[in-house]
């Protein structure tokens, strides 16, 4: 030291520890990823392929540089309420029982990434539902299902057109119309009379456009076998597998002057007595 009448100094040197006190300079960054997840509807539990994973510089030994992740709701908005985040890993889940894209297509999601002393960052994700083909076409009611066609239709008559709709997307929402089975309703009279069954009717009496549903006459109908026809329509969408569904359209056969009169025997004898009257 510098003390008087004589300096004085230590024998041994002296050790000064100095701790550095960590200072949370750094926000967490997400890495750099699609933040678009394609969910496929009615799947409760789904994961999202690629976790949504930030990063911070401040050190990993400290909370400072510990990530947590969470989904931040946003006004006027449910739609994080569907999903769940794991609070470590950054893996976004489906939470509710799965989602129905008919109801809801897609959806909007904040994901928050926070760090131990409070700073944070935001990632916009879209969440796309896609469609699980879980819908049956459904004819659409109060159309007429019904036609009469005289017997002497030619080929190419139009009957009626069906029409069903499927809720699904493309290309499961596709659908493509086929007869499946022609019912005879009511027989013709020589039928009803010996009270036999008719004749059935073959299949390719008619036709059922695939695209279009029209229901056109391929072959002649005869009155006096059949009067009234039941055709079962099939439709069917474009999902694997299929989904389809059913209805009916009636045939109304209108007869026409297409029989001679005839005798039921080719000759007739009788005997007259002479001078009789009113005989």
Known sequence: ??????????????????????????APAFVPVDPTCFVPENSAGFECPAAFVATDNDSGDSVLGQVHYSLQPQANSSDHEPFAIDAESGVLSVASN??????????????????GAGLFALLPVSI???DGNDET????????????????????????????????APPNNIV???????????????F????????P?????FEVNATSGEVVLARSLDYEQHRTLSLVIRASDGGFPSR??????TVHVDDVNDNAPTFSSPEYACSITENSTGA
């Open 244 to 249: 389809t569904n059913t209805t009916r359209v």
């Open 128 to 130: 796309v539902v896609v």
């Open 201 to 205: 009717v073959p299949l390719d009496t």
């Open 176 to 190: 493509s119309y086929s007869l499946d089975s022609i019912e005879v309703v009511l027989a013709g009279e020589q």
């Open 192 to 199: 009803e009379a010996a009270n036999v069954p008719a004749l």
């Open 98 to 115: 799965g989602l129905d894209r008919e109801a809801k297509a897609s959806y909007s999601v904040v994901v928050r990434a926070e760090d």
């Open 137 to 168: 076409p459904e004819f659409v009611p109060g159309e007429n299902l019904s036609c009469r066609l005289a017997e002497d239709a030619s080929s190419g008559a139009v009957c009626v057109r069906v029409r069903a709709v499927d809720a699904d």
């Open 1 to 26: 030291d510098s003390g008087s009448p004589e300096p004085l100094s230590a024998l041994q040197p002296a050790t000064v520890t100095v701790t550095l006190a960590e200072v949370n300079e750094y």
